[in-house]
């Protein structure tokens, strides 16, 4: 199963508003994920085992040097208006009290960290659309672990958001040991990631 657009009639010029209003009111079957990328509704099916064990695998590391003041979160919306994006990373780190003050999604500005691991369906999005909507919010790190690129799975990880873009802070294969800086301080072993 891939990712489907979700068609619409354009809802006053397709405003920030009304692409939320489309976003809060479409039916998608149970599991699935229903975000906005670069203007369009898209629902795309529940994640297979194995992207959830590696998202499950960065979130155990991930808690174990989590300051108090941050939380590691699956399913959470993040919204950069300036992009048309409303993303729901695999696994993004913000500040508990923005997700405790409560509404449909927080700004992607505020998170420290955002994951992101490609499914075959709409591994393009990851790798393209919120690339740049990562980093046009400025979110610190962006670690995106695409099990299906080309010439086998990979992990990268891009940070110093400037102007929109990230620069590349590490690259490499499955099986490499990956450090997320500051606030984490982390030693990511990725030998343990499985591949579809």
């Known amino acids: ?38 203007g369009i509704v898209t629902v795309a099916p529940p994640p297979v085992n194995h ?3 590696i998202a ?7 808690m174990t040097v989590l300051p108090e003041t941050l939380e590691v979160y699956q399913t959470l919306n993040v919204a950069i208006p300036s992009r048309d994006g409303l993303y729901i990373p695999d696994l993004v780190v913000v500040p508990e009290e923005a997700v405790l003050e409560g509404g449909a999604f927080v700004p992607a500005a505020i998170a420290e960290l955002a994951v992101e691991v490609t499914s075959k369906s709409n591994a393009s999005n990851d ?9 046009q919010a400025a979110v ?10 080309t010439g086998g799975p990979t992990i990268t990880l891009y940070g110093e958001p400037k102007g929109g873009l990230y620069r590349v802070l590490q690259a ?25």
């Open 1 to 38: 199963m891939s990712a489907l657009t979700v068609q619409h009639e354009p809802v006053s010029g397709d405003s920030w508003e009304g692409l939320v209003r489309l976003w809060e009111g479409t039916d998608a079957p149970e599991g699935c994920k229903v975000e906005i990328i670069e």
């Open 51 to 53: 992207h959830n064990a």
């Open 56 to 62: 499950v695998k960065v979130q155990r590391a991930v």
């Open 127 to 135: 790798r393209v659309a919120k690339l740049a909507g990562y980093a």
């Open 140 to 149: 610190p790190l962006y670690l995106l672990i695409d099990a299906f690129a």
């Open 172 to 196: 490499g294969k499955f099986g490499e040991t990956f450090h997320l800086p500051a606030p984490f301080d982390l030693k990511l072993d990725t030998s343990a990631f499985p591949t579809p």
